[in-house]
């Protein structure tokens, strides 16, 4: 197995899991928070999305898909490019309204089918490239930039999982 096929696969599992977690759920389901300092499942989706296209657009040199396809429109919210979820507050996560699982589903695998495409093109040489990121020491390279978006993502698939089992109980996941 070559070195991409192997974070790719990585990639996909996180559309796996969240998949599994969110099937067949209304969003008012989505929406709900166990706690008002907790995160929502339609949250927690949008959001390792958001930070998984935020970062291979750039490590791409282009528009974020969230732009570029319209998918701000399908979430009702702003075009701004920087709005990740990254730094919210509690009442910023309370007042996000997720779109139906489709859409949300749909963004996701939309944002995975064009990391795979761009890790598949990448070398073991492109993997050392140092970011422009002086405000992290030592500069974080490509493939520490792609390695901590896997782990982001996966936590927060993780946490949608987590928080499916809070509210629907023991059993949703068909173990």
Do not use: K
């Given at each position: 197995?070559?070195?991409?096929?192997?974070?790719?696969?990585g990639y996909g599992r996180v559309l796996e899991k969240l998949e599994k977690a969110v099937n067949r759920l209304p969003q008012d389901d989505l929406n709900e928070q166990p706690h008002p300092d907790c995160n929502s499942m339609g949250w927690l989706a949008w959001h390792l999305t958001r930070v998984q296209d935020d970062h291979?657009?750039?490590l791409m040199g282009e528009e974020q898909l969230w732009v570029r396809d319209g998918w701000h429109a399908r979430f009702n919210r702003t075009h701004?490019?920087?709005?990740?979820?990254?730094?919210?507050?509690?009442e910023e996560v309370g007042a996000f309204r997720s779109p139906e699982t489709k859409t949300l589903l749909g963004y996701h695998r939309a944002v995975l089918e064009r990391s795979k495409r761009y890790i598949s093109t990448l070398s073991t040489a492109d993997l050392d490239r140092e970011l422009n990121e002086p405000w992290f020491q030592p500069l974080p390279t490509v493939g520490v930039r792609?390695?901590?978006?896997?782990?982001?993502?996966?936590?927060?698939?993780?946490q949608v999982s987590y928080i499916r089992g809070l509210l629907k109980g023991k059993g949703w996941s068909g173990v």
């Open positions: 197995m070559e070195w991409q096929q192997l974070i790719i696969d291979i657009a750039d701004d490019p920087s709005d990740t979820g990254f730094g919210h507050s509690s792609l390695v901590s978006v896997l782990s982001d993502s996966l936590q927060h698939a993780g």
